[in-house]
C-alpha cells in the first residue's frame, strides 16, 4: 500500500478486528487478520497491542493451549467506546476523501 498507516488506524484496525472475537483472540491470529487489509509486521503489531492494553482498551490474559501459554486479547467497553469514535470519524473521513477523488467539492 503506498499510504502511510498512522497510529490512531493501526489503533482502530486492531480494536475492530479484536472486537469480532467475543472472547478475545491472540497476537499470531490478530496479525493474519490485519494483514488481509494492510501489510503489516508483527515488530508493528505488539506495540499497537501494548499501547492499547496500556489505554485500557483491550485487556489481556493468558490460556494454556496444549501445554504452552498464549497471551489473548480482549477489547473492554472503553475499547469498544473508543472503536466507535472510531468507526464514525472513518465514516466521515472517508466520504470527504471518496469525494475529492471523484471530482466533488468536499464541505
Known amino acids: ?16 478486528v479484536v472486537s469480532r472475537e467475543k472472547e478475545g483472540t491472540y497476537g499470531y491470529k490478530i496479525t493474519q487478520d490485519v494483514r488481509t487489509t494492510i501489510e503489516v509486521s508483527e515488530s508493528t503489531l505488539y506495540p499497537v497491542l501494548r499501547r492499547l492494553q496500556k489505554d485500557e482498551c483491550l485487556e ?10 498464549r497471551r489473548y486479547y480482549k477489547v473492554t467497553v472503553r475499547g469498544m467506546a473508543q472503536l466507535d469514535l472510531y468507526r464514525a470519524e472513518w465514516k466521515s473521513y472517508s466520504i470527504k476523501i471518496n469525494e475529492l477523488f471523484e471530482g466533488g467539492v468536499a464541505v
Open 60 to 69: 489481556v490474559y493468558d490460556r494454556q493451549i496444549d501445554g504452552r501459554n
Open 1 to 16: 500500500m503506498v499510504f502511510n498507516t498512522g497510529a490512531a488506524l493501526l489503533d482502530a484496525i486492531v480494536l475492530a
